[in-house]
């Protein structure tokens, strides 16, 4: 994902509901890291 947005290349083939997902908690992990200051796991539902 890093990598696509970076460096502008495409994910292959392409992108599913379940890639969009991980990068929506992915993100959510990030935002709650920043705010706590602190380490956050990425939580993915079962």
Not at 4 to 24: C, H, N
């Amino acid at each position: 994902m890093l990598e696509a947005v970076e460096g502008g290349k495409p994910i292959a083939p392409r992108a599913t509901f379940e890639d969009g997902y991980r990068v929506a908690e992915t993100v959510d992990a990030i935002a709650r890291s920043a705010e706590s200051r602190t380490f956050e796991t990425v939580r993915f539902r079962a």
